[in-house]
């Protein structure tokens, strides 16, 4: 029997708005029972189903993204052919519905949704824990950054720094972080978080810099994602050297997102920087794990002369789907 065939089988046999009944006449098979992932006996995938019990994989996405797979199926997302689409046959509040029991499976209070996780900026840290790898270019400067997300609010992160701009001195240097969710409020979709990143004197850095940071993100509505960060840099044998405040806000046009931030940067008995950082994140995998941006920071106010640069990234949500599935 066809996917299609099957969904409006399915979707026939379905109460209209009882969650849990519509899973147990959609899903169960498949996905099993509890949601754990284990398949009827009767039932052949050539894809393991997804554990829906993996709270790190029922949060780390948004309900939006979740309907999208259940209404056009896994082949629309790059997904297996395994998952059926039922936009034809089931209303929009059946798919609503079961897709909101499915994600109540994880069954522990606590996890940030995925609604939160708004597109990464240039500059301001997000403030949702994920699970990336990102490659920055900036100028001369170049950066890849590896995140891990531990349980569910703390993210640890390694960057290691090169320069293109010497032979002799191509390695600038490496940096360790650590970010915790403090807060979140999901009926308002903003969060906060609290970190420290680390730095010591390899590479092009001479000295321990150490920069403590609060990020914040909200999503209001569909209108605009609003990202900001403050922190404080402090170097060793100097102790406060500088603060520098973030800000940036965007819009979703379809897997477009524009925006725009700025960085004010205050040095303690130095002179202070304003520069503007217009971009432009584009999703590159139907799933949206892949994504990249382009854009250029653009220096207003400080030392003479100022440079724009180029900046540019790529980066993978290894938590959602290996690199080249979801296409």
Known sequence: MSGAALATLLALQAPPGDGAALYASWCASCHGADGRGVPAASTRLEVPPADLRDCKTSTAEPEDRWIGIVTQGGAAFGLSLDMPAFGEAATPEQVRAVVRYARSLCGEPGWPPGE???PRAFLAEKAYPENEIVLTTRGRDQ????ERRLGKRWQLEGALRTVLDSLD????GIT???KYNAWYDAERRALASVGLEATPPLGRAD????EPFFAFGW???DVVVIQGQVVASLEEGAGLSAWSYRVGAGRHIGRVVPMLELEWGIPVGGDRTLSFYPQ????LS?????AASLGAELPAVGIEPRHPRLIAFVLWDYGDAPLFRGW
């Open 143 to 146: 950066e890849a950054i590896y």
């Open 286 to 290: 139907r799933l949206g794990h892949v």
């Open 280 to 283: 432009c994140w584009v999703q």
């Open 116 to 118: 939160l996780n708004v």
């Open 176 to 178: 360790a972080a650590a």
């Open 169 to 172: 001195r191509p390695f600038g």
């Open 219 to 221: 999503a209001a509505g």
């Open 207 to 210: 000295r321990w810099e150490i």
